[in-house]
């Protein structure tokens, strides 16, 4: 699994003694002994929503610098200050596995973020296919999406969001990655048998509703680095695929026994 991991952070411990703190996610530096003034939405958050009170302690992460123990010193309708007290968590290795794949409906494609992210993902990566229908995608609500699930499933990274991309635009860009194919029309091998022995670092490829057509799967198919993979005997919504595939990877290759040592 050596190259199939990445400079990140996970968790060590589930069990360990703040696990039942709340979690929040601020995009800024986090050292002891600092102070952070939250944005807008997230001091309603705190106060209206999570009805939470001076002196309350709450965990805090932004992606880089791990875990931190914060205390409440200043909480009105309009203003949140949280003092920094202490480290909980360093930085470790994440799988360095990316989920590609063509937008569907709104709810659904919402439902990919958020289960993908807590199935470890690194980076969404957005593709543009011939029988893609809902190629139009709020970015910025999509990485609210993502965050939220990053701060529920006890993730102290965030996974990047990419622009989408057409399909072939996107393919002459993947030099270095292996990438992993859910070929639901053509003669492929069963996907965890082949995700056994794949190298990584690994991108997970899901196709349209409706699949790829003809010519782009021979373009797949003729990329240097792509293993074509069957998920059985029947047709998945491109959801499904995506959360199966990533979930035969993680049993294959993933970090789900890392927390377990």
């Known amino acids: 699994m050596g190259d199939a991991y990445r400079s990140c952070i996970r968790y060590d411990n589930p069990m360990r003694e703040n ?3 709340k979690r929040l996610f601020f995009d800024e530096p986090l050292q002891a002994g600092g ?3 939250l944005l807008k939405d997230q001091v309603h958050y705190l106060a209206t ?3 939470m009170n001076e002196g309350d302690e709450i965990r805090m992460f ?3 610098d791990g875990e931190w123990l914060g205390k409440i010193t200043i909480l009105s309708k309009r203003q949140a200050e949280i003092t920094l007290e202490q480290q909980l968590l360093k930085a470790v ?3 360095d596995v990316t989920l590609a794949f063509a937008p569907i409906k709104r709810h659904r494609t919402a439902f990919i973020f ?3 992210t807590e199935l470890g993902v690194a980076r969404f990566e957005p593709i543009l296919t011939a029988r893609t229908q809902f190629p139009k995608l709020n970015l910025e609500k999509a990485r609210l999406q993502i965050i939220e699930a990053a701060e529920q499933t006890e993730r102290l990274d965030i996974p990047t969001l990419s622009k989408p991309e057409k399909l072939l635009d996107w393919l002459g860009k993947q030099a270095g990655r292996h990438i992993i194919f ?3 029309a053509g003669q492929a091998a069963p996907a965890l048998e082949a995700l056994k022995t794949l190298p990584g670092p690994v991108t997970i490829l899901i196709g349209p509703e409706g699949g790829f057509t003809e010519e782009e799967r021979t373009a797949l198919r003729a990329h240097q680095d792509m293993t074509a993979v069957s998920l059985g005997p029947r047709i998945l919504r491109a959801d499904t695929a995506a959360l199966s595939l990533l979930s035969l990877w993680q049993a294959a290759q993933g970090d ?6």
């Open 35 to 37: 102070s952070v003034s």
């Open 114 to 116: 958020e289960k993908a």
């Open 93 to 95: 290795l994440m799988p």
């Open 182 to 184: 859910a070929d639901e």
């Open 256 to 261: 789900w026994d890392a927390h377990l040592e």
């Open 19 to 21: 696990y039942t703190l």
């Open 62 to 64: 932004n992606g880089r």
């Open 49 to 51: 929503v999570l009805r």
